[in-house]
């Protein structure tokens, strides 16, 4: 035999306890996330009509809603800001957020033998669905550009704090994907709680409105929305909204904690993804 | 024998029937939380049962049994999709699970799109791809078609497309379930040779199949799984021989009842249970063909009016068929007088796999002659069909067709 090296055994047993976070497994597989995502995205590009344009009219359309039916509220708060510039750079976010938690609950039921005839860390699944959109925030980002400069808007020196603020995005797309992606495998009208739990979820984010609109005390609860610091923070890094105050240390507390709670969550329900898909 | 390259060791799974799927809605376990009561269905069942198993390696190992004896169970388990309930398996190396060949592929990508993304899927590396690319196009013979995207493929491309980038896979542990039983008889002739390859290399293959010459062709030991349990491991040819032999046990397909004598005009000689498809070979009752029932008997003396009718009862006691003469308006005159009668009846294949029981009737409509059961037999899925659910309590396959939308 021509292949001798060491090889180590590897075990399937019942498991118990605490699950963990399995970095080292994920780390391992690290490649089929890619593929995945790869996959996801040439089929996004090749099927729409649209094409990249799809991540272009997404955004516009829904901003343009927003601005004539809000534009003229005199007194929403927009951080000072013109109030399309603003209310672009909240939806660049929140459209990579809400679609984001959208593909990662749908990522292991909508191809069931992924789950039921291959062996991957099935965390793979929703990480690698969230990826794609990153591409839409990107063209957003490029929109902003042209947006900002017709208003006279230019960030500041916290433009450099611009990848912070996505990876803050990602981790909030992916905490919340990981436990509805793990609930949808078991319960199947999940999607329908979902839709409206998104919906909600947008009229309580500093979306259409700054955050400011919340103030003394309260802004401390209100930050407990994750998607508040997080929007604070790209409208910071983007369009040179006022800086995040000590209120938003609350949004990230909440999102590390979603974060960790997610991942052990969806580990925890992986162990019987395949014998309940 | 070399060392043990999978060692699997009182293992059991158990899984939950829950109405016939796996999942609930949240609304259903909403309410039971806030009723107290536990809705969900308790009712279970044990597809593994102690199994114990030690493979060594470079040994390949044909996996036999009938649909529901747990052979796909053992094989996720040894591949890590599914745990077990209780034991351990062990797997010494990388283990590569060919459930399905195909997995992952997307119509809308190119065929080199897809050689690598199914590739990754089954644990592939790109570098371990890009290094053995061109072999696995070679192998499929699809050079000219690599930049067409897979729907413009016709399914026998895909398919070769698909067992070539399994066949490339490098494990040390090849766990197969089926996958030969596709594509034509050349491709196929090829595919057994990549499997000689794979025992030549040193490693370690577990093949699950119904068709027990590719069993004893390809591998040297097999093992026999009953409801759970192994029932048997030895060598391929003498467990495949042993397997069959439990069929034949079992199907009295045709029974003599010329010892039974019954009382008034009608004396049994004959009933069988036959498949009526064209396959010239003789073999067990399938559900996915017609089936014919039939019955002798000799009339001794004349009767008016005379009826017969052939019933088959299932396992849960329903009477699934239950067909005469005058159903059918078809009484003959001709068996009206004394002498022997043959009397068939052809069922389409609508049938579940399942336990009958073939029962018969005979009488006037002032008496009844004889009203017995006279044989049982198990009618089995088509040997490739390994989704078929035994579990479901249907009684009939009917032809229905689907429609789905789906809502986003």
């Known amino acids: ?277 | 024998m070399g060392s043990p390259s999978v060692e699997i060791i009182g293992v059991g799974k158990r899984y939950s029937l829950s109405g016939g799927r796996g999942y609930t809605t949240l609304r259903e376990a909403l309410s039971s939380v806030v009723s107290g009561r536990n809705g969900r269905d308790q009712r279970e069942f044990w597809a593994l049962r102690n199994v114990d198993l030690v493979i060594s390696e470079g040994e390949a190992l044909g996996i036999i049994g009938r649909n529901g004896a747990g052979k796909t169970t053992l094989l996720k388990i040894v591949s890590h999709i599914t745990e077990p309930t209780a034991g351990v398996a062990r797997m010494r190396g990388r283990v590569g699970s060919l459930l399905e060949v195909g997995t992952g592929f997307h119509p809308e990508l190119t065929g080199a799109e897809n050689i690598y993304l199914n590739g990754a899927i089954l644990g592939m590396s790109r570098r371990e791809i890009h290094r053995r690319f061109d072999e696995i196009v070679e192998f499929a013979g699809l050079e000219r078609f690599l930049d067409l995207p897979l729907k413009r493929y016709s399914s026998g491309m895909a398919l070769r497309l698909a067992f070539s980038v399994a066949a490339h896979l490098k494990a040390d542990i090849v766990v197969v379930d089926e996958v030969l039983a596709v594509g034509d008889a050349e491709f196929q002739q090829r595919c057994l040779g990549k499997f000689d390859d794979f025992r030549a290399e040193g490693r370690t293959v577990l093949f699950v199949s119904h068709d027990l010459g590719a069993v004893t062709r390809l591998c040297a030991r097999a093992v026999w799984l009953d409801e759970g349990v192994i029932r048997g491991d030895g060598p391929a040819a003498d467990l495949t021989t042993e397997y069959l032999r439990s069929f034949a046990d079992e199907g009295r397909l045709v029974v003599s009842l010329e010892e039974e004598p019954l009382g008034g005009p009608v004396k049994l000689v004959r009933a069988s249970v036959s498949a009526a498809g064209d396959e010239p070979v003789p073999h067990t009752p399938r559900r996915d063909e017609p089936l014919v029932l039939s019955v002798e008997f000799d009339l001794t003396s004349r009767a008016r009016d005379l009826d017969v009718a052939l019933y088959l009862v299932n396992s849960r006691g329903v009477r699934v068929i239950d067909e005469s003469w005058n159903d059918a308006g078809q009484r003959p005159v001709v068996a009206q007088s004394p002498g022997r009668i043959a009397a068939s009846v052809t069922v389409p294949a609508l049938l579940t796999s399942d336990d009958y029981t073939l029962g018969v009737w005979i009488g006037t409509s002032a008496e009844v002659y004889v009203d017995r059961e006279l044989l049982q037999f198990r009618l089995l899925p088509h040997p490739t069909d390994t989704h078929e659910e035994t579990t479901r309590p249907r009684v009939v396959r009917l032809p229905v067709s689907w429609t789905i939308e789906t809502e986003r």
Do not use: C
């Open chain 1, 1 to 277: 035999m021509s292949r001798r090296r060491e090889r180590g055994w590897i075990e399937n047993r019942p498991s118990t306890g605490w699950p963990g976070f399995r970095l080292r497994t994920l780390w391992a597989y690290r490649e089929l996330a890619w593929f995945l995502a790869e996959r996801d995205l040439k089929v996004r590009y090749k099927q729409t009509i649209f094409g990249v344009g799809w991540a272009v009219l997404q955004p516009l359309t829904a901003a343009a809603i927003f601005i004539v039916l809000l534009g003229r509220v005199d007194d929403l708060p927009a951080d000072g800001l013109p109030y399309p510039v603003f209310v672009f750079a909240g939806l660049t976010a929140w459209l990579y957020v809400s679609s984001s938690v959208n593909r990662a609950a749908e990522s292991l039921v909508t191809d069931p033998s992924l789950v039921t005839k291959i062996y991957f860390p099935r965390l793979i699944a929703p990480l690698a669905s969230i990826l794609p959109s990153l591409a839409d925030l990107g063209v957003s980002l490029l929109i902003l550009a042209p947006f900002m400069a017709a208003y006279g808007v230019t960030p500041g020196l916290a433009l450099a704090t611009l990848p912070a603020a996505v990876v803050w995005l990602v981790a909030v797309a992916l905490g919340t994907g990981l436990v509805f992606a793990a609930l949808n495998v078991k319960y199947r009208d999940v999607r329908r709680v979902l839709a409206f739990a998104v919906q909600i979820w947008l009229f309580a984010s500093p979306v259409a409105f700054a955050s400011s609109l919340v103030s003394g005390a309260w802004k401390w609860v209100y930050a407990l929305n994750p998607m508040v610091g997080a929007l604070d923070t790209f409208r910071w890094a983007t369009v040179g909204a006022p800086r995040p105050g000590p209120e938003a240390l609350v949004s990230l507390g909440v999102t590390l904690i979603v974060l960790f709670a997610g991942t052990v969550y969806f580990h925890a329900a992986e162990r019987r993804f395949a014998d309940v898909i």
